[in-house]
T-cell receptor, first 114, second 113 residues
Framework: GAGVSQSPSNKVTEKGKDVELRCDPISGHTALYWYRQRLGQGLEFLIY????????KSGLPSDRFSAERTGGSVSTLTIQRTQQEDSAVYLC????????????FGNGTRLTVT | AQSVTQLDSQVPVFEEAPVELRCNYS??????LFWYVQYPNQGLQLLLK??????LVKGINGFEAEFNKSQTSFHLRKPSVHISDTAEYFC???????????FGRGTSLIVHP
């Protein structure tokens, strides 16, 4: 079956512009995660959605970052007024709603802020 | 908060040699442990996982890992590596009833011919 799909695969934007990153999870996966991977660093948790529950936003680095998940499926991560330090690969993952379920990752969106 | 330490940022090794990639985590009552692999220009995929039971778990591509509760470690091993094993390897831990895995910084395995 289809895996996690992310778009765009690459995004170059100017400092100060807003960007939207999209994630289409695996059908039937109720849990959805966003992580950030900066060059040479590990995965940094951003936000977690589970079904209709309120999302866990504890990893969002600033109020310029927001995310939503519509209809329990597609998710959009929005970064407003982008800064150079936002340059990174943004990874989306989905899983079944069990703590021992592995995550299924998309290929990521590489964001470059110039 | 849970933390995961991957002690080696880069591990160079010759083809057909054995390899061990180290992972330590901060102590917790109960944990689920995972290793993920990221091949060049691809997304992360699950290599193996420890949930309970036998402390030695086997994964895909001949990899295995051993859970050591007393040392809070979950080191990844392979007795003989191939060029195709060149990739970034990430250790991840879920603990304390959380649903959010904490990842290590990753170890780049570089296999030379």
């Amino acid at each position: 079956g289809a895996g996690v799909s992310q778009s765009p695969s690459n995004k170059v934007t100017e400092k100060g512009k807003d960007v939207e990153l999209r994630c289409d999870p695996i059908s039937g996966h109720t849990a959805l995660y966003w992580y950030r991977q900066r060059l040479g660093q590990g995965l940094e948790f951003l936000i977690y959605f589970q079904g209709n529950s309120a999302p866990d936003k504890s990893g969002l680095p600033s109020d310029r970052f927001s995310a939503e998940r519509t209809g329990g499926s597609v998710s959009t991560l929005t970064i407003q007024r982008t800064q150079q330090e936002d340059s990174a690969v943004y990874l989306c993952a989905s899983s079944l709603a069990r703590s021992y379920s592995p995550l299924h990752f998309g290929n990521g969106t590489r964001l470059t802020v110039t | 908060a849970q933390s995961v330490t991957q002690l080696d940022s880069q591990v160079p090794v010759f083809e057909e040699a054995p390899v061990e990639l180290r992972c330590n985590y901060s102590s917790s009552v109960s944990v689920y442990l995972f290793w993920y692999v990221q091949y060049p220009n691809q997304g992360l995929q699950l290599l193996l996982k420890y949930l309970s039971g036998s402390t030695l778990v086997k994964g895909i591509n001949g990899f295995e890992a051993e859970f050591n509760k007393s040392q809070t470690s979950f080191h990844l091993r392979k007795p003989s590596v191939h060029i195709s094993d060149t990739a970034e390897y990430f250790c991840a831990v879920i603990s304390g009833g959380s649903y959010i895995p904490t990842f290590g910084r990753g170890t780049s395995l570089i296999v030379h011919p």
